[in-house]
């Protein structure tokens, strides 16, 4: 799982936090990868956990938010919807790591949100109902960190092809509603969670050319 941390004028941001101990611990016994805590990550990269100002998740499932405890006192942006499932769905949610620790400052969006400038807040439900993604405006360009939303690069272009299809009303295959959406905003680069492929648009050929 990746998470990633955005250096913004106003403070970092780090979307998603890593797994939990228990989950870690899980995953150690069938993999020769080792998951080291997200405040060790950040240690590695000369980041105090406390230097964090905002965190956001993708969605709430132990690997992505299961550090969530590690920031006492810091906003954590998430859907109403996730907070709502994570509550009443056994669906590996750890409750007292991700949002029942204490200091918790859970804030609930309803849809798109602009926590810092130059960086937006977008739902992305199909994983779980309140999934979502961060867009972030780079000198480079427009880049998603699409966090769980598709599993594979392979499985957005995909999609994406499909609604392109859709469009020009020939037949395609089945896509995300939030497909639409990304292509509205039209990213330079899109970044998964769970693969360390991504997806980049071909400068010399524009979407629907």
Known sequence: MTAFLIEHPRGLF???TGGTLAHRSAVAKHSP???PPITEVL??????????KLVANCHFHADH???NHHFPGVPIFTQRHEVEHARTTDDFTDLP???DFTGAAIEELDGE??????IRIVP???HTPGHQSVVVETREGRVVLAGQAESFSSDYARHRYSHELSLKGEAHGPYPEWIARFQELDPWR???AHDRAHWQRDAFEPFGG
């Open 14 to 16: 780090l979307f998603d």
């Open 33 to 35: 990868l080792n998951f």
């Open 43 to 52: 240690r590695r990269h000369g980041v105090a956990a406390g230097e964090v």
């Open 65 to 67: 938010a299961g550090g």
């Open 97 to 99: 790591s991700v949002v």
């Open 113 to 118: 949100a602009e926590p810092l400038p130059g």
């Open 124 to 126: 992305t439900p199909g």
């Open 190 to 192: 899109v970044y998964f």
